[in-house]
């Protein structure tokens, strides 16, 4: 059973950097029919997409155009973990965060196992 | 991209259908076969309840189904039961870049 479990700070202050781990159980990062995303769901912008990064020979990395500037996600294969940092950070980027497992090719859309979700509030 | 459009809410009574629908572009959703539908109870995760237009995971009730016609895909759900009554979003491939959109998201109440 596939178990994904995050963590991270629920508080970032405006420009400083938000930063979360998802730590992957029953699956590995590295599983060449899977793809690891990070999604965020707010009451202003609905659920977004942020990016995603997955293995097939080599790291891919795909990322939203509207944070692709200020957003990194990192595998890690010795920890078994998915990581997201976005810089830079504003009010508007209050939000649940979730890490997702997408089965298949990227973009399918086959999101089939989530984390509980962190609620990150940038806020002084 | 925009996100995809949905009503923002629908209603039925126990032992009814209701239909809620998913309109993009045929850059989107008309243009592929990677729609997928997820329910949302509060405070919890999305759920993955159909998969590339019509698929349902394994566990998923067959009272759920999904379709498509142009860029209008849809979610019914047969034989409303109370438990139904979720949020319920959409999502779609956007083409370009691997990027996938959402829909704005339905609230379904069983009256």
């Known amino acids: 059973q596939v178990q994904l479990h995050q963590s991270g700070p629920g508080l970032v202050k405006p420009s400083q950097t938000l930063s979360l781990t998802c730590d992957i159980s029953?699956?590995?990062?590295?599983?060449?029919?899977?793809?690891w995303n990070w999604i965020r769901q707010s009451s202003s912008r609905g659920l977004e997409w942020l990016g995603r990064?997955?293995?097939?020979?080599?790291?891919?990395?795909d990322y939203a155009s509207s944070v692709k500037s200020r957003i990194n996600i990192t595998p890690d294969t010795s920890r078994n973990q998915l990581s997201l940092e976005l810089r830079s950070v504003t009010p508007e980027d209050t939000a649940v965060y979730y890490c997702?497992?997408?089965?298949?090719?990227?973009?399918?859309?086959?999101?089939?196992?989530w984390g509980q979700g962190s609620l990150v509030a940038v806020s002084s | 991209q925009s996100a995809l459009t949905q009503p923002p809410s629908a209603s039925g009574s126990p032992g009814q259908s209701v239909t809620i629908s998913c309109t993009g572009t045929?850059?989107?959703?008309?243009?592929?076969?990677?729609v997928s539908w997820f329910q949302q109870n509060p405070g919890k995760a999305p759920k993955l309840m159909i998969y590339?237009?019509?698929k349902r995971p394994s566990g998923v009730p067959d009272r759920f189904s999904g379709s498509k016609s142009g860029n209008t895909a849809s979610l019914t759900v047969s034989g409303l039961q109370a438990e139904d009554e979720a949020d319920y979003y959409c999502?779609?491939?956007?083409?370009?870049?691997?990027?996938?959109?959402f829909g704005g998201g339905t609230k379904l109440t069983v009256l």
């Open positions: 997702a497992r997408e089965t298949g090719a990227p973009a399918t859309a086959i999101l089939d196992y």
């Open positions: 029953g699956d590995s990062v590295s599983n060449t029919f899977a793809t």
């Open positions: 990064t997955y293995y097939r020979s080599k790291w891919y990395f």
């Open positions: 045929s850059s989107d959703v008309g243009g592929y076969d990677y």
């Open positions: 590339e237009v019509t």
């Open positions: 999502i779609s491939y956007a083409g370009s870049y691997n990027y996938v959109i």
